[in-house]
């Protein structure tokens, strides 16, 4: 059975940092699977944030560009979140599986998900 936890939400002002992490558990080799991250504010559809394959390599919506960074160490990975803005704010979902790179930004593409971790950008 597969699970996938986040952690590391919280609230901070504008301009402040936060760090989420996730692990997932597989069950089985997961040396072929990419991990990411996607968001969900109320009333707007889930979005892509940033994602990375097994290799390394790594995908980020524009959005987030400069701002954000995801790392990975086998099944776990980390995103930590700078220059935060208001626009931040939503449910942050970890999500893994065996994904084309064309489609690491498309939440339907993803078959394992997490229960989600609230960021909040407010002053």
């Known amino acids: 059975q597969v699970q996938v936890a986040e952690s590391g939400g919280g609230s901070v002002q504008p301009g402040g940092s936060l760090s989420l992490s996730c692990v997932a558990s597989?069950?089985?080799?997961?040396?072929?699977?990419?991990m990411a991250w996607f968001r969900q504010a109320p009333g707007k559809e889930r979005e892509g944030v940033a994602a990375?394959?097994?290799?390394?390599t790594t995908r980020y919506a524009d959005s987030v560009k400069g701002r954000f960074t995801i790392s990975r160490n086998n099944a776990k990975i980390n995103l930590q979140m700078n220059s935060l803005k208001p626009e931040d704010t939503a449910t942050y979902y970890c999500?893994?599986?065996?994904?084309?790179?064309?489609?690491?930004?498309?939440?339907?593409?993803?078959?394992?998900w997490g229960q989600g971790t609230q960021v909040t950008v407010s002053s």
């Open positions: 999500a893994t599986g065996r994904v084309a790179y064309w489609l690491l930004l498309n939440s339907e593409a993803w078959p394992h």
């Open positions: 990375i394959e097994a290799d390394g």
């Open positions: 597989l069950g089985y080799d997961y040396s072929d699977y990419s």
